[in-house]
């Protein structure tokens, strides 16, 4: 499948099933087992973000890019600290949900701009970029070509995660494809943290902080990484 198929798959998905399924992951109203614990998880991740943005103390002003910004669930945060937050997203429904729920927790005007895009068309430039759990719709060229764009438009930091691939998630993976439940219908993707660190590295940006976090059903590793 091309990066093209790739992307119009995932686009679609995330206009249809997969808006109302990870509407209700990424939300409070009542969830199953396996989706209550990617929730958490995700919120794990979301929070450690956050204690890395708040622990540096310059995140008024700041502008960061929130590319697939999902339903806001960083996006909204990040505008409560008083960063200056670009969200956009490949799916109209993500954002749409996105815009209205900043709406609800900063009110009208806040500081926050969406737009329904796909990141690789997004320009500009920020002082912060993230992009979180949005790899792992992507294959390995992809990926690459992904996170180039986005070193592109960061003039200092860029803030990835990804599902890592190891041998035990490999395992993990091969027997969920085994049984696909109904609402699976993307692949999800994993990546070797050796060829993410590369990729960073070949445009000009170096690890500073690491972090994991692994649930029953959830895992994700995050990189925070800074230009020279
Ligand atoms: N980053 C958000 C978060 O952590 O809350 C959302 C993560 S969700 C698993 C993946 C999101 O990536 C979806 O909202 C999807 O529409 C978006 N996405 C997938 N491919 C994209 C692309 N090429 N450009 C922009 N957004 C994309």
Same mark, same amino acid.
């Given at each position: 499948?091309?990066?093209?198929?790739?992307?119009?798959?995932?686009?679609?998905?995330?206009?249809?099933? !997969?808006?109302?399924?990870?509407?209700?992951?990424?939300?409070?109203?009542?969830?199953?087992?396996?989706?209550?614990?990617?929730?958490?998880?995700?919120?794990?991740?979301?929070?450690?973000?956050?204690?890395?943005?708040?622990?540096?103390?310059?995140?008024?002003?700041?502008?960061?890019?929130?590319?697939?910004? !999902?339903?806001?669930?960083?996006?909204?945060?990040?505008?409560?600290?008083?960063?200056?937050?670009?969200?956009?997203?490949?799916?109209?429904?993500?954002?749409?949900?996105?815009?209205?729920?900043?709406?609800?927790?900063?009110?009208?005007?806040?500081?926050?701009?969406?737009?329904?895009?796909?990141?690789?068309?997004?320009?500009?430039?920020?002082?912060?970029?993230?992009?979180?759990?949005?790899?792992?719709?992507?294959?390995?060229?992809?990926?690459?070509?992904?996170?180039?764009?986005?070193?592109?438009?960061?003039?200092?930091?860029?803030?990835?995660?990804?599902?890592?691939?190891?041998?035990?998630?490999?395992?993990?993976?091969?027997?969920?494809?085994?049984?696909?439940?109904?609402?699976?219908?993307?692949?999800?993707?994993?990546?070797?943290?050796?060829?993410?660190?590369?990729?960073?590295?070949?445009?000009?940006?170096?690890?500073?902080?690491?972090?994991?976090?692994?649930?029953?059903?959830?895992?994700?590793?995050?990189?925070?990484?800074?230009?020279?």
């Amino acid at each position: 499948m091309n990066a093209v198929d790739d992307k119009t798959v995932v686009k679609d998905y995330f206009n249809a099933t !997969g808006f109302d399924r990870w509407r209700r992951i990424y939300g409070t109203e009542q969830v199953n087992k396996v989706q209550l614990d990617i929730r958490k998880g995700h919120q794990q991740t979301v929070d450690t973000v956050m204690d890395w943005l708040k622990a540096d103390g310059n995140l008024r002003g700041l502008s960061v890019c929130d590319a697939g910004c !999902g339903v806001g669930s960083l996006s909204i945060p990040l505008a409560q600290e008083g960063a200056m937050v670009y969200g956009s997203d490949i799916s109209e429904k993500m954002v749409a949900e996105a815009y209205d729920r900043a709406k609800v927790f900063l009110g009208p005007n806040n500081n926050i701009s969406f737009s329904a895009q796909d990141l690789e068309s997004i320009a500009g430039k920020y002082h912060t970029v993230i992009c979180l759990d949005v790899l792992i719709h992507y294959p390995q060229e992809d990926a690459a070509r992904m996170i180039s764009h986005l070193c592109s438009m960061a003039e200092s930091r860029l803030i990835l995660s990804f599902a890592p691939k190891t041998l035990a998630l490999s395992v993990l993976k091969k027997i969920g494809e085994l049984f696909p439940g109904p609402s699976k219908t993307t692949r999800a993707y994993q990546h070797r943290e050796t060829d993410v660190v590369r990729i960073l590295q070949d445009n000009g940006f170096s690890i500073q902080r690491q972090g994991m976090t692994s649930t029953r059903f959830y895992y994700s590793r995050l990189l925070e990484a800074t230009r020279g």
